[in-house]
């Protein structure tokens, strides 16, 4: 198989949707997926419940830790709390546009301050022996296009960082929701490709928009990888096509083997204290566009919140498919 570069195919970080239950399900799909957590922020890591936010099952690795924050000192810490935990890659976000996350100085706002994120970067890298990475928008506000940028990557490149992932829409701030920052400014994919001509040496990942493999493979052609967010949790499927046309690998399982394999893990789960529901929500795309999938939707929606509700559940919305 030809040496692939790990991050040329990666999952996103989805805020209440990439949790450890839906990792561990992607990566029954696909071997060769680089799959990242849902961003964790360094106040939940320093002073919140540690294990609920960083544990995650061996079988899922390699796994990225998303960081939230802006202090150079909490964000170093934190990326060595997760090194210790098994992750393979510390990514700092600096894209997300909600108020919440501005409120905390961290996200997209960060791109107005490229110096303060390199100060940021270069603690976490001086911090770990893993790999340090930086998500971000094209641009927010009135960041001019492309020259800022620009000014932006060099910063960080400067200290070091040689993996951007690139959100291709600009973030606004101010007058637009996350849930509308993720639609309605325009994408702009020659900002990535032109970041990766300019800067060769640099690893440019795209995300934003891209809904299938087939726009994976054009996109791959001008970059060094891809990140599907939205398209991936919605139809998972897409997941088990990404070792075989990507990779040179295997086919991934069908969605009814996907669901036998998380049985036991669900079963490992429950007796955790854990319920069915929080496992569950992020099987229900599972045979989207296939013969039973409303049928299994369905009823796993309708019992999956009952009290004891365990695998029994998930064992008869099986039989209302095919």
């Not at 294990?51 to 796994?63: G, S």
């Not at 641009?139 to 960080?156: C, H, K, P, T």
């Not at 994976?216 to 046309?245: F, I, K, N, W």
Request: net charge neutral; hydrophobic share 40%.
């Amino acid at each position: 198989m030809p040496q692939y570069s790990i991050h040329r195919f990666c999952t996103a970080p989805l805020m209440d949707w990439s949790d450890r239950h839906c990792c561990y399900m992607w990566r029954l799909l696909s071997k060769h997926a680089l799959l990242y957590t849902q961003m964790v922020t360094t106040g939940a890591i320093l002073y919140g419940d540690r294990e609920r936010h960083l544990q995650f099952d061996p079988a899922v690795v390699p796994l990225a830790l998303q960081l939230g924050g802006s202090d150079p000192a909490e964000l170093a810490e934190c990326a060595r709390i997760g090194e210790q935990w098994g992750y393979c890659e510390i990514n700092l976000n600096c894209g997300c546009p909600s108020n919440r996350v501005q409120s905390g100085r961290f996200g997209a706002c960060l791109m107005a301050e490229p110096e303060l994120v390199a100060e940021c970067l270069a603690a976490m890298r001086g911090a770990v022996s893993i790999p340090v990475t930086v998500k971000h928008r094209i641009g927010i506000d009135d960041m001019e296009g492309y020259s800022d940028l620009n000014r932006f990557v060099e910063a960080q490149a400067a200290v070091g960082i040689r993996t951007f992932i690139v959100h291709a829409r600009k973030a606004w701030l101010q007058g637009l929701s996350p849930k509308q920052n993720r639609e309605v400014p325009p994408l702009d994919y020659t900002m990535a490709y032109r970041l990766k001509r300019e800067h060769p040496e640099l690893e440019i990942v795209l995300n934003g928009g891209i809904s299938s493999l087939a726009e994976c493979q054009q996109h791959l052609q001008l970059l060094d990888g891809v990140m599907l967010g939205r398209s991936a949790y919605q139809t998972p499927t897409l997941l088990a096509e990404v070792d075989s046309q990507l990779f040179d690998g295997q086919k991934g399982p069908q969605p009814a083997a996907v669901v036998t394999a998380m049985l036991p893990y669900i079963e490992r789960e429950l007796s955790r204290g854990q319920r069915l529901q929080h496992i569950s929500r992020h099987m229900l795309g599972l045979f989207q566009n296939q013969p039973g999938a409303r049928r299994f939707r369905r009823y796993l929606s309708e019992n999956m919140h009952q009290k004891g509700a365990g695998v029994e559940v998930l064992e008869q919305a099986l039989t209302l498919v095919g």
